[in-house]
């Protein structure tokens, strides 16, 4: 999480594309260590962002209460 937040926060371009590629290394090494494909993953994302919406809007979700 550090590194997501390192990369919303910063204003330098050259450092969020670098910290961007550490992040999907990351993903891309514990979806395949739980046994699914990056075109699985992006199925799912694919799926969620019809259904949800996109994070274009850098909006986050803190807390939902019933």
Partial sequence: MRRVRGVYESTNSNNVLEELADILEIIHAITEYHGFS????????????????????????IDVED
């Fill in 38 to 61: 990056i075109e699985d993953l992006e199925n799912v994302r694919r799926s969620k962002a019809e259904k949800q919406g996109e994070f274009k809007e850098k909006v986050f979700l």
